[in-house]
């Protein structure tokens, strides 16, 4: 039984989320989307919204037998990731920028707690340039948001500021 974390803000979720979720699903046979209760962020979405959203759409993806569970978390992955009992965590490069900053947190995790590994997936290269904050970015300059979000995320977007 191998248990992968997968950790981040999705605020909100991507497509390019997704789909490293559906590719780790061919590793893992459980992975835990773990939403991180950060205090010094203020977010777009709540930690509730983010919640439903994620558990909303992984309804959709091809996950084979892989279980999909949405948590969040607070203080330090590492110790998330042991009480979780995971024996890794992943995460998603899309270029070499992602790499640097990747690297140094994988290294100090592994540090913190050498029993975990840190997983690198690469999306799909249509992915490849999407991020949560662009995707913020476009929709609230009024751009097209199709094909970077599924489509209740976007439409969770105009609900949210529409009031
Ligand atoms: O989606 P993000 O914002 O890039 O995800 C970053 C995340 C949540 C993976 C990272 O900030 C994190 O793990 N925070 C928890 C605090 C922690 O463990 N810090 C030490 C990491 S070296």
């Known amino acids: 039984m191998r248990r992968a974390i997968y950790p981040g803000s999705f605020d909100p979720v991507t497509n390019g989320h997704l789909d490293i979720i559906e590719r780790g699903c061919k590793l893992f046979d459980e992975i835990i989307i773990a939403i991180l209760l950060n205090p010094e962020k203020q977010p777009f979405f709540t930690i509730e919204e983010r919640r439903a959203m994620l558990n ?46 990747e690297l140094q947190m994988a290294l100090m995790n592994r540090r913190l707690e050498p029993a975990i590994e840190t997983v690198f997936m690469m999306p799909a290269e249509t992915y490849s340039y999407v991020s949560s904050r662009l995707v913020k970015e476009v929709f609230q300059l009024g751009g097209e948001l199709q094909g970077l979000v599924p489509p209740s995320v976007e439409e969770r977007m105009k609900r949210k500021v529409a009031g």
């Open 56 to 101: 909303e759409v992984l309804k959709e993806i091809d996950r084979g037998s892989c279980v999909l569970r949405v948590d969040n978390f607070k203080g330090l992955l590492v110790h998330y990731a042991t009480a979780q009992q995971a024996h890794a965590i992943v995460r998603g490069i899309r270029a070499i920028s992602d790499y640097e900053y």
